[in-house]
């Protein structure tokens, strides 16, 4: 059973930096592209960043530069390390994979840029 379980998201300030981390479960994040995607309110999901199996990282071009997408096959788990962060950044935050049968989605982690 495929589970991806997110976590590190918060209230931070403009500018400032979190971490957020995807857990996964019953399938290797070594052998599978996994991507994060994020859904601001009233708006729909769209994706952030990916990171392949081979190692190839992707990332929307409202975030280059200022978020990284990096992974830890020991642990199994991916994170994206977020710098630099802006009011429209703020939205919830998924994980996802997806396999020649399926897509899975984490419940997500709220990210909210306010002063």
């Known amino acids: 059973q495929v589970q991806l379980v997110e976590s590190g998201g918060g209230l931070v300030q403009p500018g400032g930096s979190l971490r957020l981390s995807c857990a996964a479960s019953?399938?290797?994040?070594?052998?599978?592209?996994m991507a994060w995607y994020r859904q601001a309110s009233g708006k729909e999901r769209g994706l952030v960043a990916t990171?392949?199996?081979?190692?190839?990282?992707d990332y929307a071009e409202s975030v280059k530069g200022r978020f990284t997408i990096s992974r830890d096959t020991a642990k199994n788990t991916v994170y994206l390390h977020m710098n630099n962060l802006k009011p429209e950044d703020t939205a919830t935050y998924y994980c996802?994979?997806?396999?020649?049968?399926?897509?899975?989605w984490g419940q997500g982690t709220q990210v909210t840029v306010s002063s």
């Open positions: 996802n994979v997806r396999t020649l049968l399926s897509a899975y």
């Open positions: 019953g399938i290797p994040v070594s052998r599978n592209t």
């Open positions: 990171f392949s199996s081979g190692g190839r990282t």
